[in-house]
Each structure stands twice: as structure tokens, then as C-alpha cells.
């Protein structure tokens, strides 16, 4: 057990380097400032504990190949997986995957019931598909379709927000056209309801 803990340890910590040119004191970068100590993320930074591995594996190839491409992505995390191979990225993804995750309750419990219903049945009126239909029912996510339930009210409608703005997640994700067309009271009630899914 002493083994695996001082093996995702190194991994975490040669998850946040920045470039392998840098390898030196000044670059190297504390995952926990951001994702916190459990990996349950803050408000800019999404949690990562419970997240599906197929989904951080991917997002971390999205780092490195720059199709992940917001801001935050990349002032951040392009450095910080540039010298991040395959096999940890895939032993970081198992990590934090098994980490229970906890909700962050942190958006407007007023806003809880219309943001339910936007993602368990769209808004039909204007052409908007359930969120339902690719999260699931509980928002877990699978493979590489994330676990919205439980992340930070502010990450949530800060992502919206960015992807209606023309930024990406990965190549050939739909997200940039769902957000779109979400007006902000859908993004402010979506965003408030999923921060409360368990």
C-alpha cells in the first residue's frame, strides 16, 4: 500500500511540471493549489476525484495536443501534462477516479428544480437535447462523457460560458453548439442544480 501511495504521489507531482525542457525547482507546480487536497476542486479548478478515467485520459491528451483550449487550459495545464506519458496519464486518471467525490452545494437551491429540468428533458421549444441523454440520469458520465454531477456551481457556468464562446473541450466535442444555445438563467439554473447532484 506504502508502494502504490509513494507511486501516485511522484505521479501527481510529475503531473504539474511544466514543460520537460524545465525540469527544475521553479517549475514544478502543486496540483492541490488548484484540484485541493482531495481532488475535490475549487471554484475555477473542477474537482477530479470520481471523475471517469476514460475522461481525464482524454482531457489530458487534449492538454497536450491544445484542443483543449480556454484560457485556464492554457496558461495551466498545457505545461503541466507536456511531459506527462501515456501509462501515468492513465495511472493518474485510475487515481483520481477512485477517490470518492463529493458535491460542492455551492449554486442557488432556488434554481434546483429548473435546472433539473433542463437537464433531464432539454428545453423542447428551442431545440435543446436533455443533458440527460449523454450524462446519464444522476450526471455520472461514462468513458469519455464527463461526471457533471456534484462540480462547482462557478466551474460549471464558467465552461458554459466558454464553450458558447467558441472554446473546446477535445476535437469533435458538441459542446461549443449545446452552449450556444443555452440562454444565461438556463446556464445560472443548470449550473446550480448539478452543483448539488450526488
Known amino acids: 500500500m506504502k508502494r502504490i501511495g509513494l507511486k501516485t504521489a511522484l505521479l501527481v507531482t510529475m503531473a504539474c511540471v511544466g ?4 525540469w527544475d525547482d521553479t517549475s514544478v507546480r502543486n496540483c492541490t493549489w488548484c484540484h485541493g487536497t482531495s481532488a475535490q476542486g475549487y471554484m475555477v479548478a473542477p474537482r477530479l476525484a470520481g471523475q471517469r478515467p476514460a475522461y481525464l485520459e482524454s482531457q489530458m491528451r487534449s492538454f497536450r495536443n491544445h484542443t483543449r ?3 485556464f487550459s492554457q ?14 496519464a492513465r495511472d493518474l486518471a485510475a487515481y483520481f477516479a477512485s477517490i470518492p467525490p463529493k458535491p460542492a452545494n455551492d449554486g442557488d437551491p432556488g434554481l434546483m428544480a429548473k435546472g433539473k429540468a433542463i437537464y433531464m428533458d432539454g428545453i423542447p421549444e428551442a431545440n435543446i437535447a436533455s443533458c440527460y441523454a449523454c450524462h ?9 462523457i464527463p461526471r457533471l454531477g456534484g462540480l462547482a456551481y462557478f466551474y460549471i457556468k464558467a465552461r458554459l460560458a466558454q464553450w458558447g464562446q467558441g472554446y473546446h473541450s477535445g476535437a469533435g466535442t ?25
Do not use: K
Not at 75 to 88: H, I
Open 19 to 22: 514543460p520537460a525542457s524545465a
Open 69 to 71: 483550449d480556454n484560457p
Open 75 to 88: 496558461q495551466y495545464m498545457w505545461g503541466a501534462v507536456a511531459a506527462l506519458d501515456p501509462l501515468a
Open 136 to 144: 446519464g440520469p444522476n450526471a455520472e458520465g461514462v468513458r469519455e
Open 174 to 198: 458538441p459542446m461549443p453548439i449545446v452552449a450556444r444555445t443555452l440562454g444565461p438563467d438556463d446556464i445560472e439554473a443548470l449550473a446550480s442544480y448539478l452543483s448539488f447532484v450526488r
